[in-house]
Every structure is written in structure tokens, then in C-alpha cells.
């Protein structure tokens, strides 16, 4: 779920069966399906298959936490970040295996935004307003600062191929560009960040749930852990974990493989659908959770699901997927985003590490985050 996770067993029983809205939506998996071999419009496959996502997403959530449960913390805790974002990297990869490289990265782009302005400021803003104290909200500054400081690592790291780029290569891509190959020096220095990035990914790992475990796992109330549902087996975790897999993989494919003719039937680019679209669909279960946990006044929770996860999408996925390029899809994916792209994350990065920085939240703030939202969105659509 994020690189900084409390434990899952405080997580489930925060959540109080919060994600079960997410399960009405499993009718479309079948739909998806059916509209997908009758070759049915891209778009109504498509919107489908996006909808298909957010249910198979969500029981992954549970089977994790679940086993995560009966893991222990440590153990427990590699495993949420593991799956939490497995849906999104299960997309990207289909993405990568059609040589949509733009989609990828736009969507890696979303992720991080969305999670940073999104979801924070729902979080900030329905949670202030459901408190309505005139203090505000609090969290853990120090932990959401560490989650800020690896945020703008991965940012830095991402930025220097494209500043490569810039001086001795093409130039950056435009938005919504479909399929640029660089040269092999740009993919080499991307396959070098990579490995750091993952390296301080692991390091992160390391801070939140061995040497600083106390900071980013706290106790729950007695009451609160004796409220929890009835835990899953092992067993039926693994083998609902293994069926939601195979659904998101199914959804995946479907998705990924509308997406162009639906960009271009809807008159939307491939871009936006990236950035926007994909990326929200593919944390939606989690971008729920965050809000919910809000609204019961567990800001760190909130906090470290929103920051927590976009540090994951930059520390682990993103390198992850430039790995896998170069052995999945027609020629490998250097991390070098577009102009808009870059300013949005920095934006996005700069935010994160002002609003965390006070330890304190109001409902004005997380309006503010959501205005900032809005108008990235409306910059993507344009582009």
C-alpha cells in the first residue's frame, strides 16, 4: 500500500468493511468481457474494463492485509507494499507489452499526483469537515516528512534523464506522444537510476519497519482491534489473492488493449487517459480508504496511505517497469517524461512537503490541494 505502512491489522480494522462498496462494482467483470469478444465500441469495453479493475483491486487489498495479518509486522508490512500497488503495475506492464511507453509514464505520473493531491486533500477535506475542530487535524510530522524526503528523491532521480535528454539527446517528448525510441545512452543511465531508486526503496523499508517501526506502526486501541472482522485462513487468503490476480490481469489486458481506439473514438488523447483515467482507476480502492480513515480522524493513516503510496510508485514501481522494459515490448523505457509532466510532479513534490511540514491539516488546506488537482487535469486535457 505504501513504502511506510502501519500495520495491516490496525488497517482493517480502521477500515470497518469500508472497501465494501468497491465489490458492487464486480457485475462489470463479467460485462467487460462480453462487450470485449463481441467486439463491442472501445469505449464502452474500455470504461467497462475500468470499472472491472476496481473490484478485482480491492480483494487483493483484503487477501494482502490478511495474510500480512498472520505474517507478522515485518513480513506483513513487505507484503502490503508488495501487492498494495499491484493492480497499477499489472496494467503497465500489459501497457509496456504493447509499446505504449507514454501511457505508462503518464500514468506513473497520475499515480504520484493523484495520490499527493487527490486523495490527500479528499482526505484533508472531508476529515476537517467531518471533525469540525477549530485546530484542525493532526499526524506524525516526522514520519510524513521522511515519506516527503523519499518523494523528492525519486523526483530528483527522474529528472535527470530528461535534463540528459535536453543537452545531449532529441529533446523532450511532446504530451501525447505515442512511441519515441531514444538512444541506447539515455536507457543506460535510466537503468542506472533505476537501481538506485530501488536500492532506496529497500533502505526505506528497512527505516519504516525494522529500525523506526514504532514511528510509522503505531499501537490501536484495545477496542478497536477486538472490532475486527473474523480473519481469513491462509489458505483462503492465497487462493483469493491468486484468483484476484488473475482478474486484474484479465481486466488489464482488456483495458490496455482499448485504450487507443477509445482515446481516439471519445476524442480524449492517450495521454490524459493515462495520467487521469488509469491512474485513478488503479488506486481507487486505496484513494477510498484514505478518505474513510480521514473521516474517523486517523490523519497518520490517511497521510501515510496518500504520500506513502506515491513514494512507492516512484521508489519501486516506476524503476521496476524501466527493469521489465528491457526485456518486455519492442525497446526499453527510459524514464524521460515530458515538460508538463516534470512541473506537475515538482509541483506536486513541493506541496506534499509544505502541507506535511506542520504536522496539521484543516479542510481549507485539502481544498486547496483539490483546486491544484483540478487544474493539472484541466492542462492535461488541453494538451
Same mark, same amino acid.
Given at each position: 500500500?505504501?513504502?511506510?505502512?502501519?500495520?495491516?491489522?490496525?488497517?482493517?480494522?480502521?477500515?470497518?468493511?469500508?472497501?465494501?462498496?468497491?465489490? @458492487?462494482?464486480?457485475?462489470?467483470?463479467?460485462?467487460?468481457?462480453?462487450?470485449?469478444?463481441?467486439?463491442?465500441?472501445?469505449?464502452?469495453?474500455?470504461?467497462?474494463?475500468?470499472?472491472?479493475?476496481?473490484?478485482?483491486?480491492? $480483494?487483493?487489498?483484503?487477501?494482502?492485509?490478511?495474510?500480512?495479518?498472520?505474517?507478522?509486522?515485518?513480513?506483513?508490512?513487505?507484503?502490503?507494499?508488495?501487492?498494495?500497488?499491484?493492480?497499477?503495475?499489472?496494467?503497465?506492464?500489459?501497457?509496456?507489452?504493447?509499446?505504449?511507453?507514454?501511457?505508462?509514464?503518464?500514468?506513473?505520473?497520475?499515480?504520484?499526483?493523484?495520490?499527493?493531491?487527490?486523495?490527500?486533500?479528499?482526505?484533508?477535506?472531508?476529515?476537517?469537515?467531518?471533525?469540525?475542530?477549530?485546530?484542525?487535524?493532526?499526524?506524525?510530522?516526522?514520519?510524513?516528512?521522511?515519506?516527503?524526503?523519499? @518523494?523528492?528523491?525519486?523526483?530528483?532521480?527522474?529528472?535527470?534523464?530528461?535534463?540528459?535528454?535536453?543537452?545531449?539527446?532529441?529533446?523532450?517528448?511532446?504530451?501525447?506522444?505515442?512511441?519515441? %525510441?531514444?538512444? #541506447?545512452?539515455?536507457?543506460?543511465?535510466?537503468?542506472?537510476?533505476?537501481?538506485? $531508486?530501488?536500492?532506496?526503496?529497500?533502505?526505506?523499508?528497512?527505516? #519504516?519497519?525494522?529500525? %523506526?517501526?514504532?514511528?510509522?506502526?503505531?499501537?490501536?486501541?484495545?477496542?478497536?482491534?477486538?472490532?475486527?472482522?473474523?480473519?481469513?485462513?491462509?489458505?483462503? #487468503?492465497?487462493?483469493?489473492?491468486?484468483?484476484?490476480?488473475?482478474?486484474?490481469?484479465?481486466?488489464?489486458?482488456?483495458?490496455?488493449?482499448?485504450?487507443?481506439?477509445?482515446? %481516439?473514438?471519445?476524442?480524449?488523447?492517450?495521454?490524459?487517459?493515462?495520467?487521469?483515467?488509469?491512474?485513478?482507476?488503479?488506486?481507487?480502492?486505496? %484513494?477510498?480508504?484514505?478518505?474513510?480513515?480521514?473521516?474517523?480522524?486517523?490523519?497518520?493513516?490517511?497521510?501515510?496511505?496518500?504520500?506513502?503510496?506515491?513514494?512507492?510508485?516512484?521508489?519501486?514501481?516506476?524503476?521496476? $517497469?524501466?527493469?521489465?522494459?528491457?526485456?518486455?515490448?519492442?525497446?526499453?523505457?527510459?524514464?524521460?517524461?515530458?515538460?508538463?509532466?516534470?512541473?506537475?510532479?515538482?509541483?506536486?513534490?513541493?506541496?506534499?512537503?509544505?502541507?506535511?511540514?506542520?504536522?496539521?491539516?484543516?479542510?481549507?488546506?485539502?481544498?486547496?490541494?483539490?483546486?491544484?488537482?483540478?487544474?493539472?487535469?484541466?492542462?492535461?486535457?488541453?494538451?
Amino acid at each position: 500500500m505504501s513504502t511506510t505502512v502501519p500495520s495491516p491489522t490496525s488497517l482493517r480494522s480502521l477500515l470497518g468493511g469500508g472497501q465494501g462498496w468497491a465489490y @458492487l462494482l464486480l457485475p462489470f467483470i463479467p460485462i467487460a468481457v462480453a462487450l470485449d469478444v463481441a467486439g463491442a465500441s472501445a469505449p464502452f469495453v474500455f470504461f467497462a474494463s475500468a470499472l472491472g479493475v476496481i473490484p478485482t483491486a480491492a $480483494l487483493m487489498g483484503r487477501a494482502t492485509e490478511e495474510l500480512a495479518d498472520r505474517a507478522g509486522p515485518g513480513i506483513g508490512g513487505l507484503l502490503n507494499v508488495t501487492f498494495g500497488n499491484a493492480p497499477e503495475l499489472i496494467i503497465a506492464l500489459f501497457a509496456l507489452g504493447e509499446g505504449l511507453h507514454e501511457v505508462v509514464k503518464a500514468s506513473l505520473i497520475g499515480s504520484i499526483l493523484g495520490n499527493t493531491l487527490l486523495v490527500l486533500g479528499a482526505a484533508m477535506f472531508f476529515g476537517g469537515l467531518k471533525v469540525d475542530r477549530r485546530g484542525g487535524q493532526s499526524f506524525n510530522r516526522t514520519a510524513a516528512s521522511a515519506q516527503s524526503s523519499m @518523494l523528492l528523491l525519486a523526483a530528483a532521480a527522474m529528472l535527470m534523464p530528461a535534463i540528459f535528454e535536453l543537452i545531449e539527446g532529441q529533446g523532450l517528448p511532446s504530451p501525447g506522444a505515442e512511441r519515441v %525510441h531514444y538512444g #541506447s545512452t539515455v536507457e543506460q543511465l535510466s537503468f542506472a537510476v533505476a537501481v538506485v $531508486l530501488i536500492l532506496s526503496y529497500v533502505a526505506g523499508l528497512v527505516f #519504516s519497519l525494522r529500525t %523506526h517501526r514504532d514511528l510509522f506502526n503505531p499501537e490501536v486501541a484495545e477496542e478497536e482491534a477486538e472490532a475486527r472482522a473474523q480473519p481469513w485462513s491462509v489458505r483462503r #487468503s492465497v487462493v483469493f489473492l491468486a484468483i484476484a490476480g488473475a482478474l486484474v490481469g484479465l481486466m488489464s489486458e482488456i483495458l490496455v488493449g482499448s485504450i487507443s481506439k477509445a482515446a %481516439h473514438d471519445v476524442g480524449l488523447s492517450e495521454f490524459f487517459i493515462g495520467v487521469i483515467v488509469v491512474a485513478i482507476v488503479g488506486n481507487a480502492a486505496e %484513494h477510498w480508504v484514505a478518505v474513510l480513515v480521514a473521516r474517523k480522524d486517523k490523519m497518520d493513516l490517511a497521510v501515510n496511505i496518500a504520500i506513502g503510496s506515491s513514494a512507492q510508485i516512484a521508489l519501486f514501481v516506476a524503476p521496476v $517497469l524501466v527493469l521489465v522494459s528491457f526485456v518486455l515490448g519492442p525497446f526499453p523505457m527510459p524514464l524521460v517524461f515530458n515538460g508538463l509532466e516534470l512541473g506537475a510532479i515538482f509541483l506536486a513534490v513541493i506541496i506534499a512537503i509544505h502541507v506535511t511540514n506542520e504536522g496539521e491539516s484543516t479542510w481549507y488546506e485539502g481544498l486547496q490541494l483539490l483546486a491544484v488537482y483540478l487544474v493539472l487535469a484541466i492542462a492535461f486535457f488541453v494538451a
